[in-house]
Every structure is written in C-alpha cells, then in structure tokens.
C-alpha cells in the first residue's frame, strides 16, 4: 500500500492523485508521442506497448523517478512465466509500497471488445491470475478500428455485467473509466481502463 508518509515526498496526499500523475499522466503522454507513428493503426500489441516503455522510461514527465529507481515500469513483451508467473503487459512499481499491473488489448476486429473483456483480458485480473495479492489493476484498448467511444461504451456495457459494483466514467479524461469488482478468490479489485484512439 502506498503510506501517506511516502506520497509527501512527491506532494501528493492520496492514492487517486498518485495514479493520476505517475501513472495515468505519463501513459498518456506515450500515447500522444505513438498516435503520430506511421503505420500504428495496424501494429500488433508487442510494438505498440514496447513503444509506451521506452517512452515513459526515457521522455515522460516519471522519467526522472524512473531512472533513480523510485519508480520501476517494467514491460513483457511476451506471454512469458516468471517463476511460474505469468506476466501482464506493463507493470508500475514502487518497491515494498505499490504496483499496479496493466494488460493492453488491440481492439480492430469485432471481438476484439469481447476479447477484451474476456478470460485473457479484464478475466485476468478478476479471476485473480493477476493481481492476485492487489486492488488496483489496469486495461489499455488500443483502438485500431471504430469510433472510440463506440468501443468504450460497448466495452462498459460488458464490463457491468461481470461481477461489477460500481463504475465511474471519465477518472482521467473522456476516454476513461474505473469498474470495481468483486472477486471470488481475494479482496475487491479496481480497473483502471484507458483507451488510446489509434485509427
């Protein structure tokens, strides 16, 4: 858990305000740098993601923290087991204090929203396989195809069905929204979803 004591030292006096400027603010501004690339509109997953790292590591506004190890952004590339875990496709992580996993979906074909949502998208997180010992997980949609917020409503109109308590839309801009469900195995999680237009 993130200490009030440890967010002093960044001038931030809660968890959301801390998800909002470490996390949500430097995944954004990759998105604004990789909307621009030639050719993203048809990239798979791996590159897309691969792209996002490098420029949180190297030109985001956590750079700094990145580099002096307070802050730790780790990327898997592939569906690769750790210790006999698998891992999600980005992960923030402040040693001993807090991390929040992150899987990205590419949403261009028309079950990429059920995919999504499905037992190797959001599934992840709410059958415990990730985050297992956490409350705060992550979903990225890279959408590929359609209209942007067409997909975000479709995908919420899924997400509310799958053991949803509550939703909030717009926690970080338009193209945002938290779902907070409940889990059979450990505590309630919360779903932090973005979605990055890449038409």
Do not use: W
């Not at 006999?84 to 402040?94: A, S």
């Not at 074909?109 to 599934?123: E, H, P, R, T, V």
């Amino acid at each position: 858990m993130i200490t009030l004591e440890y967010l002093s030292n960044f001038d931030i006096d809660n968890k959301p305000e801390f998800i909002e400027r470490f996390i949500f603010n430097p995944l954004f501004e990759s998105y604004n740098h990789i909307k621009k690339k030639e050719g993203i509109e048809n990239s798979e997953e791996p590159p897309i993601t691969k792209e996002i790292y490098k420029y949180i590591r190297n030109s985001s506004s956590i750079s700094a923290e990145v580099k002096r190890h307070i802050i730790i952004v780790k990327y898997n590339p592939t569906e690769v087991e750790d210790e006999g875990e698998r891992k999600p496709d980005l992960e923030f992580i402040i040693p001993n204090c807090f991390r929040i996993f992150f899987e990205a979906k590419r949403i261009y074909k028309a079950d990429s929203c059920s995919i999504y949502c499905g037992k190797d998208g959001l599934g992840r997180f709410l059958s415990g396989y990730y985050s297992s010992e956490d409350i705060d997980g992550g979903m990225i949609a890279y959408v590929q195809k359609g209209d942007i917020l067409e997909v975000q409503e479709k995908i919420i109109g899924v997400v509310r069905k799958k053991d949803c308590m509550n939703l909030i839309r717009a926690i970080g801009n338009d193209f945002t929204f938290l779902s907070v469900h409940k889990r059979r195995s450990n505590d309630d999680i919360k779903i932090y979803h973005m979605f990055f237009d890449l038409t």
